[in-house]
């Protein structure tokens, strides 16, 4: 298990990361939300010893990352990094390797995932030539060729066509099967709620919500509603916490201030005895990002 | 630290560069020069015209004799009876020139297209005719000539602070020199290259954030090692094709007029200089390519290489300059302190060790100061390396430079 125990790093008056406390199972993924210089690329570059931490501790099965461990880690930087002159044969071989498996295995491996990823191109091609979607899938292969144990995924989606998308989150999915701590940063709030089976948002560096997916999302209550019903919105909204209704294909969205007003809201509209969709749910991931980066005033 | 991980680097770092045009462009340039020069010379030489010169003696058949007879001057004698002959012939471009003498003075007068005559070879055998003919006429035995002009037997010795007195050994030193005046281009020329090199490595894999990606897996301390010995091969890959082509040339074309001139000039080199020169030039090649290393991680992008490194670049060239300065100043104050400190004594102690202003006891110092800077900069340069490596300082290198220099001593990055 891998945890973080106070971690802090100032820069200057800056408080990047603010007494951070995180724990990472085998076989879990880890979703890292917030805005832009919440800190999450520093609490990255904490763990793999980028940066050292002016506070708290970062250990690895009870003691701190050693270089040997280091091997058994996988990252993917946000800004992409491949040497654009030598073959991918070369350069995935040579990171491969890096993480201590043997030149053999990482080539007969590198075939196998050309075809799993779909690569359009050869081995023996330079990176240079290849299109950026490709370029992305090779990095990918790159991180995680060597099945590591730790595997550190920044922004991992961004760029990705919805197909390549959809390739990344098997692979990681397959990863955290067989074991691996994966924990990720995402923007992507519908990604994250897909991957993740615990999460931490950071705001300003300060930890403002952290724990099981659900569990967050249940924290909040049930304040929404969609539905499907001829009742007006008229009629909706005369009703007490009803906050607001937006329209959402063939239904409506309703907020509620209170999740106690869910009966009232399925009496009206259930009272003919039949109502085609009625379905009363915590916030969406989206949304209680939405309402944590506001502080509460999401409907504003 | 990882040894394999140290030569899987060292590995990649030596293989990405022995394939590019780069590094082959700096191996053979100096072979192609070398080439050229030699080619010019032997088209020049083939197409120079090796008619010799016809010269009038006028009215002296001795002397016209005496020269047709001794072979050392290049050119064709004739006698002619009177000089109104010999002007006539010059004129009319049937001879190249004509000389002409009194009893004490001899005259050579030449046309401006006359082919090319050795004016000095010329004279040195006048001299002799002159000598005999007024032997000759003092009725003096060859043995008294010979008692009067041999020479007493003169030896000049050269006493040096390295206790060798250089018994006739002007070819050593001449030797020793042109090996350190030598060494002092080619070192300039290959720091300049290697410097060039290990800058585009760091700052390729910083700017593309490659970097990033392989200090997870890694750590500063074998990228840093790790790419300073996949340069160091290169290095030694490109001194030993030197060497290679070196015997080849020497066996091959041993015969050659250029490849028996350097080896006769090689052959007064002396051993003790040649090992101290080659350590201090190592040393030296190595502590500029840690410099380099450590200032590379400064700069942000590949844009900003050759501002980060052009102050190496300078350092390397004062050494250069000051080896062809030092000639006649063996007590300049400032230029024997100066080959004592790293950086610049690689190629100013070697040009001093040649010309004996510098004893092997001054060597020695300049060796080990170089060591233990060699020392000071590999273990606190890696501290500032890995404070740099990952840290993007809005495009300024000074900004970067003060603060690496600030935290030299502080462990934490």
Known sequence: MIELQNLTKQFGDKLAVDDMNMQLKPGHVVGLIGQNGAGKTTTFRMMLDFIQPTKGTISWDGHAITNEDRQNIGFLPEERGLYQKISIEQQVVYFAELHGMKKADAKQQLNSWMKKLDVVGKVSDKVQSLSKGNAQKVQLIATVIAEPSLLILDEPFTGLDPVNTQLMMNEILRLKQNGAHIIFSSHNMSGVEKLSDELLMLKHGKTVLSGELNAIRESFGRSEIYLESSVTDEQLLAIPGVVNIQSEGVGRHLKLAEPTAGKSVFSLVAKDGYVPVFSQQPPTLDEIFRREVTGGNVYE | ?413
């Not at chain 2, 560069?17 to 010019?40: D, E, H, N, Y």
């Not at chain 2, 002799?128 to 010979?146: E, G, I, V």
């Open chain 2, 1 to 413: 630290m990882s040894k394999r991980q140290l030569y899987l680097v060292a590995h990649q770092t030596y293989l990405n560069r022995f394939k590019t045009f780069g590094f082959w462009s700096v191996v053979l340039a100096p072979l192609l020069i070398v080439l050229a020069i030699v080619g010019i010379t032997l088209i020049m030489d083939a197409t120079q015209s090796h008619k010799q010169p016809t010269v009038a003696v006028v009215d002296n058949q001795p002397l016209n004799n005496y020269l047709k007879q001794n072979h050392t001057v290049k050119a064709k004698f004739k006698n002619v009876d009177s000089l109104a002959t010999a002007k006539h012939d010059l004129k009319q471009d049937r001879i190249d020139g004509y000389l002409t003498s009194t009893p004490t003075s001899y005259a050579l007068k030449m046309s401006v297209n006359a082919e090319n005559l050795s004016e000095t070879t010329l004279q040195t055998t006048i001299d002799q005719y002159h000598m005999l003919s007024q032997a000759d006429k003092l009725h003096l035995t060859p043995n008294q000539l010979n008692s009067l002009v041999s020479k007493p037997d003169f030896q000049t010795s050269i006493y040096s602070k390295s206790g060798k007195s250089s018994q006739g050994g002007q070819a050593t030193d001449r030797a020793n020199q042109m090996l350190s005046a030598a060494l002092g281009i080619f070192i300039f020329i290959f720091l300049t290259a290697y410097v060039g090199m290990i800058s585009q490595e760091i700052a390729n894999e910083k700017s593309s954030r490659i970097m990033e990606i392989l200090l997870a897996v890694t750590s500063p301390g074998i990228q840093f090692f790790g790419k300073l010995l996949g340069i160091a091969g290169l290095a030694i890959t490109h001194g030993l094709i030197y060497l290679v082509v070196v015997g080849v040339t020497a066996i091959f074309f041993g015969d050659n007029q250029f490849v028996k001139l350097i080896k006769d000039l090689l052959t007064g080199v002396d051993a003790k200089f040649a090992v101290m020169t080659g350590l201090l030039t190592l040393v030296g090649i190595f502590l500029y390519m840690i410099l380099t290393a450590i200032v590379s991680a400064m700069v942000n992008d590949l844009s900003q290489v050759q501002q980060a490194v052009s102050p190496i670049t300078y350092i390397a060239m004062i050494g250069y300059i000051l080896t062809f300065v030092l000639n006649g100043q063996p007590n300049n104050v400032f230029i024997n302190a100066l080959s004592y400190v790293p950086f610049i004594s690689q190629t100013l102690m070697p040009a001093r060790l040649g010309l004996q202003y510098a004893n092997m006891a001054d060597a020695f110092i300049a060796l080990a100061l170089e060591i233990i800077v060699l020392i000071f900069l590999a273990r606190y340069g890696l501290r500032v390396y890995k404070r740099n490596v990952l840290t993007y300082n809005d495009g300024n290198i000074t900004k970067a430079a003060l603060l690496s220099l600030k935290g030299l001593f502080s462990k934490k990055p």
